[in-house]
T-cell receptor
Framework: ELKVEQNPLFLSMQEGKNYTIYCNYSTTSDRLYWYRQDPGKSLESLFVLLSNGAVKQEGRLMASLDTKARLSTLHITAAVHDLSATYFCAVGTGANSKLTFGKGITLSVRP | EAQVTQNPRYLITVTGKKLTVTCSQNMNHEYMSWYRQDPGLGLRQIYYSMNVEVTDKGDVPEGYKVSRKEKRNFPLILESPSPNQTSLYFC????????????FGPGTRLLVL
């Protein structure tokens, strides 16, 4: 059974500082996805990582994938309040792309 | 506007009373999926569909049925709802088998008494 682990589950960030959050998974996959969810809202797709070494950047967020280590990182540069949300990673497996999510990491940016 | 719609958005029902949650997308996407979200458990995939008439089980399919008779619609059916199916449900779609961005619907909050 595939396990997708995110840590930490909650992170209080100080505005202006850099942080990294992690997603690791227990079986072979080269498809990893990051999503953002604001309180009371639906999910929004952030990044699609489809190969070992893939790196994607959008604004203050940068995601990377190391399939050999079964690890994806989401790096936050100079945190701002707008980044406060819950971030989920998800791993795709199988030819027809069954998707398994982590439990999510809630980020809170304080002044 | 490109979107995924779900109806109803909120539903209170009683144990055993069959219900259907509809999901529709207007983006001509092949891949559609249903998830449930529960506190502390994240999102769990219920069923997914690669195309019309092609569906497969996710991690938590028990107690649910789906059908994909048309490309745009992917209803979720609870034949005999039970309280443990109280949850927040999301439908999502993507252009093909999840190699691209997945678009989520607004969610359906279900309470089974």
């Amino acid at each position: 059974e595939l396990k997708v682990e995110q840590n930490p589950l909650f992170l209080s960030m100080q505005e202006g500082k850099n942080y990294t959050i992690y997603c690791n998974y227990s079986t072979t996959s080269d498809r990893l996805y990051w999503y953002r969810q604001d309180p009371g809202k639906s999910l929004e797709s952030l990044f699609v990582l489809l190969s070992n070494g893939a790196v994607k950047q959008e604004g203050r967020l940068m995601a990377s994938l190391d399939t050999k280590a079964r690890l994806s990182t989401l790096h936050i540069t100079a945190a701002v309040h707008d980044l406060s949300a819950t971030y989920f990673c998800a791993v795709g497996t199988g030819a027809n792309s069954k998707l398994t999510f982590g439990k999510g990491i809630t980020l809170s940016v304080r002044p | 506007e490109a979107q995924v719609t779900q109806n109803p958005r909120y539903l209170i029902t009683v144990t055993g009373k069959k219900l259907t949650v509809t999901c529709s997308q207007n983006m001509n996407h092949e891949y559609m999926s249903w998830y449930r979200q529960d506190p502390g458990l994240g999102l769990r995939q219920i069923y997914y569909s690669m195309n019309v008439e092609v569906t497969d089980k996710g991690d938590v399919p028990e107690g649910y049925k789906v059908s994909r008779k048309e490309k745009r619609n992917f209803p979720l059916i609870l034949e005999s709802p039970s309280p443990n199916q109280t949850s927040l449900y999301f439908c999502a779609s993507s252009l093909s088998t999840l190699q691209e961005t997945q678009y989520f619907g607004p969610g359906t909050r279900l309470l089974v008494l």
